[in-house]
C-alpha cells in the first residue's frame, strides 16, 4: 500500500513538473482541485478574470475526479504540495491543519477585512484561533417535496413535527412513502440525523456531540432517536440498497414525498422533469419550539499548501475569490449561495429561499456531520444512522457502538 | 605476469562453481522481484501493523494495541464470519463447475458455442459482473425483486437486507467463478485416457460408479487447481463487495479485505496500523490454505504425478 502511494504521489509529481517547466516566463500558481463539469467552467471563468487583473500571474488548474480528489490529496500534499488547493470547512480540515499541510492565512483575513465580510463561514474556519483557508460557496440543507403529491393527498406543508407525521400517515395511507432517501454511500442518512438533531436539541448539542463531548447514550440524544423513530416506519423501505439519486427519481415519479437533501440535488429533480411549480422547498420542521432554528450549510473552501512554491501571489488569489464581486459571479454560475455579504444571490427560487433561510438563522449554521465530526466517528456513527432507519429495535446496540467509538477516537 | 595469473585463477574459480552459480544466477531476477514486490511488503505490514499511523502525520508506537482492538471488534467478527460463508459457498463452484463440463464434453452440433456462451461470464469484468447483479436485485425494477415479491408477496431488496446481502453477493460471485472451473474440467477431459474408459466399460462400469471411479481420478490435477483457485478467490473477495454494496447495509456484508481497505484508504479511513493489523490476519488465513497446497504440491512431486 505504501508504496503504491508513493508510487501515485511520483507520477503526480512528474506530469506537474512538465506543466511548470512549459510556463517559467510568469509566475505560476498551481491550483489543485476536484470540479465537477458545471462548476469547473464557473471557476475557469473566475480565473480568467484573476489573470486579467494580474497579468503577471498564471494560474494553472488541475481538476481531478471527485472522488478520487480525496485520497490523492493525503499523497500530494506530501510528495508535491501545489500552492493553491481545494477542501472543506469545519473538522474536515482538522487532519491537514494538525499535520501542518495547510498554511495559517490569518493575515488575508485581517487584511482584508474577511471577519466581517466573510463573518457567518469565520467559525468553521478557525483552528487554534487562527484562520486556514477561504471560503467561497455553500449551500442550504432542508426538506425537497412534491408538491403534486401533497395536492394528491390533501396534505399541508407542515411547520410543526406533529404536522409532518401526521401527514405521513395520509401519504402511507396513499401507498407514497413520506420521507426518502437512499444510504447506500451513508451520507444522506447523516443529513436527517443532523436536523433531528438540531431542532431536538439545537446547535450548541450538535456541535458537543460532533466533537466528542456529549455520550451517545446520553438522555438528549435518545430523544432524538425518539423523534426519528416516529417517522422511521414512513422512510422507503429499500433506502439501503439504493443511492440518492435513486431516491431523487422515486420524489420526481411522485413515490414518495419529502427528501431531506442539499440544494444540489435541485439539479437532479429538474433533470427528472420537475419544475418550479411541482418541486417545493421548506425547512425542516420545528421539533422543540425552545430550540432556536439552526441550519446545515456545508462550505466549500481554497487553502494554500504548507508546501507552497509561490505563497504570495497565492494570498493575492485568495483575497480575489473572497471579494464580494467575484462570489456573486461564481455562485450564479455554480447555483449556490455566496459567503461574502455584500454579495448578491440570483433569482432561482430555491437558491432564494436558501438565502432567506440562512441569513436569518438565529441558531447556527452547522456543516454536515461528516464534516464536523472526525472522519472516523462519521464513519462508524452514519452506519449507526443507517442500521436505525432499518431496525429500530436495536437502538440501543447501536448508541453503545457509538459511545464506544467515541471514547477510543477523541481520547 | 601477475595479471595473467589473476585472471587464470579467476576463470578457473568461475570454472570451478559454474554447476553451482548457474541456478542462482537465472533465479536471482525473479527473487529480487519476489523479494521487493511481495516479501518486503508483507514484512512492512507487520511492522506498520504495531503503530498508529493516518498516512500524514507521525507515527506511533502501539505495540499490539492495533490487534488488541480488532478482537474486541464486532465489525471484524462479521467480515470474519462472511469470509467463512464466502469460503464454503464459493467451494459449490467445483462440482457445477463439474457437472457443466460434462455436460458439455460430447459432440453435437454447435458445442463449441454453447461452449463459450458458458465460459462468457469469465470473460467479463468482476466489475461488470456486480453491476448487473446490482440491477438484477435492484428495488423496484430488477427481475429478481420481482420474483421475489410474487413468489413470497413480500418486497425483498436482498442488498439491503443485513441477513441476505453476502448470500447475494456471492451468488454473484459464483456465476463467473463456475465458468471458471468448467473451464479447468473440459481441458481435464480432453486428457481422459479413452482406454481406460473402455476397458471399464467392458468391465461393466457406467453412470456414477464411472464417474467416481474411472474418470474423477483422473481430473485429479483439475480438481485440485479449480479448489486452489476458488478458495483464493473467495478469501480475496473485494471487487463484487465494492461495486454491489460497499459492505452495506452498515456492515453487514464486509469481507476482511473490504474492512482492510475501509479502515486503511478509504474516505472516512486513514487508519494504517489497523489496517494493516486486518491485512496480517487475513494473510495467516491465507497461510494455511496456501501452505496446505505447496505440501501437497511437493509431496505430489516427489510421488512423480
Known amino acids: ?411 | 605476469m601477475p595479471a595473467a595469473h589473476q585472471t587464470q585463477s579467476k576463470r578457473s574459480w568461475w570454472r570451478a562453481n559454474q554447476q553451482r552459480l548457474t541456478p542462482w544466477l537465472f533465479l536471482a531476477p525473479g527473487m529480487a522481484m519476489f523479494g521487493l514486490y511481495v516479501i518486503w511488503p508483507i514484512l512492512d505490514s507487520f511492522w506498520l501493523s504495531l503503530y498508529d499511523y493516518d498516512g500524514l502525520g507521525a507515527k506511533e508506537w502501539l505495540g499490539l494495541e492495533n490487534y488488541r482492538e480488532l478482537f474486541a471488534d464486532q465489525a471484524f467478527y462479521t467480515s470474519l464470519k462472511n469470509n467463512v460463508i464466502w469460503l464454503v459457498l464459493y467451494l459449490l463452484a467445483v462440482p457445477a463447475g463439474l457437472m457443466i463440463a460434462l455436460f458439455l464434453n460430447q459432440t453435437v452440433f454447435g458445442i463449441r458455442l454453447y461452449k463459450s456462451l458458458f465460459f462468457f461470464p469469465f470473460v467479463i469484468s468482476q466489475v461488470v459482473v456486480g453491476l448487473i447483479f446490482s440491477w438484477f436485485y435492484a428495488p423496484r425494477f430488477g427481475p429478481m425483486y420481482h420474483l421475489l415479491e410474487w413468489i413470497t408477496g413480500q418486497r425483498i431488496a436482498i442488498l439491503a437486507d443485513p441477513d441476505l446481502v453476502t448470500y447475494g453477493i456471492i451468488a454473484a460471485g459464483l456465476w463467473p467463478q463456475i465458468a471458471y472451473c468448467m473451464i479447468l474440467f473440459l481441458t481435464g477431459l480432453n486428457n481422459v485416457a479413452p482406454d481406460q474408459v473402455e476397458a471399464a466399460r467392458l468391465d461393466g462400469a457406467k453412470g456414477w460408479r464411472m464417474l467416481w471411479y474411472v474418470i474423477l481420478p483422473q481430473l485429479r490435477p483439475a480438481t485440485f487447481i479449480a479448489v486452489v483457485v476458488t478458495i483464493i478467490g473467495a478469501l480475496r473477495s473485494f471487487d463484487l463487495v465494492s461495486i454491489m454494496t460497499s459492505g452495506g447495509p452498515f456492515g453487514s456484508s464486509r469481507v476482511l479485505s473490504f474492512y482492510m481497505y475501509e479502515q486503511a484508504l478509504s474516505e472516512y479511513g486513514y487508519r494504517m496500523g489497523y489496517g494493516a493489523a486486518i491485512a496480517v490476519v487475513l494473510f495467516l488465513i491465507m497461510m494455511v490454505f496456501i501452505s496446505g497446497f505447496i505440501w501437497k504440491m511437493v509431496r505430489d512431486e516427489k510421488e512423480g504425478y
Open chain 1, 1 to 411: 500500500m505504501k508504496h503504491l502511494t508513493r508510487r501515485a504521489g511520483l507520477a503526480i509529481g512528474i506530469a506537474a513538473l512538465a506543466v511548470s517547466a512549459a510556463q517559467a516566463q510568469q509566475r505560476t500558481l498551481r491550483y489543485y482541485a476536484d470540479f465537477d463539469p458545471a462548476p469547473l467552467a464557473a471557476f475557469e471563468a473566475a480565473i480568467a478574470q484573476f489573470e486579467a487583473e494580474h497579468p503577471d500571474i498564471d494560474v494553472v488548474l488541475q481538476n481531478f475526479d471527485h472522488e478520487g480528489y480525496k485520497t490523492a490529496i493525503r499523497n500530494f500534499l506530501t510528495a508535491d504540495p501545489p500552492d493553491l488547493l481545494n477542501w472543506y470547512a469545519g473538522n474536515r480540515m482538522a487532519p491537514f491543519v494538525e499535520a501542518g499541510q495547510f498554511m495559517d492565512v490569518s493575515d488575508v483575513w485581517a487584511e482584508h477585512g474577511l471577519h466581517e465580510s466573510l463573518a457567518s463561514a469565520a467559525a468553521s474556519m478557525t483552528i487554534d484561533g487562527r484562520q486556514w483557508g477561504v471560503p467561497y460557496t455553500y449551500y442550504q440543507w432542508g426538506i425537497y417535496y412534491n408538491r403534486s403529491v401533497y395536492e394528491q393527498v390533501g396534505a399541508q406543508v407542515p411547520e410543526t413535527w406533529d404536522q409532518f407525521v401526521a401527514n405521513c400517515e395520509l401519504f402511507a395511507a396513499a401507498g407514497i412513502d413520506c420521507l426518502t432517501t437512499g444510504t447506500r454511500a451513508l451520507w444522506p442518512g447523516a443529513g436527517i440525523f443532523d436536523y433531528m438533531n438540531l431542532r431536538t436539541n439545537g446547535y450548541e448539542h450538535h456541535m458537543a456531540l460532533t466533537s466528542g463531548e456529549i455520550a451517545w447514550t446520553d438522555e438528549t440524544v435518545r430523544n432524538t432517536f425518539a423523534n426519528w423513530a416516529r417517522i422511521q416506519p414512513f422512510i422507503t423501505a429499500s433506502h439501503a440498497a439504493i443511492d440518492w439519486q435513486d431516491a431523487a427519481a422515486l420524489l420526481v415519479q411522485g413515490q414518495a414525498a419529502n427528501y431531506v437533501m442539499g440544494n444540489f440535488a435541485v439539479a437532479v429533480f429538474k433533470e427528472g422533469g420537475m419544475t418550479n411549480e411541482t418541486l417545493g422547498f421548506m425547512p425542516f420542521p420545528t421539533i422543540n419550539p425552545d430550540v432556536p432554528r439552526a441550519e446545515e450549510a456545508p462550505t466549500d473552501t481554497i487553502h494554500i499548501a504548507a508546501g507552497a512554491q509561490n505563497p504570495e501571489d497565492a494570498r493575492t488569489f485568495l483575497a480575489f475569490m473572497a471579494r464580494a464581486d467575484v462570489q456573486t459571479t461564481l455562485n450564479a454560475a455554480l447555483g449556490q449561495l455566496p459567503i461574502n455579504s455584500g454579495s448578491t444571490v440570483g433569482d432561482d427560487p430555491f437558491i432564494q429561499a436558501g438565502f432567506e433561510l440562512l441569513s436569518t438563522t438565529p441558531g447556527g449554521i452547522a456543516q454536515f456531520f461528516d464534516r464536523d465530526a472526525p472522519a472516523e466517528m462519521a464513519q462508524v456513527a452514519m452506519e449507526g444512522f443507517q442500521q436505525f432507519m432499518v431496525q429500530p429495535d436495536q437502538l440501543d446496540a447501536i448508541l453503545e457502538r457509538l459511545e464506544a467509538a467515541r471514547q477510543r477516537i477523541y481520547q
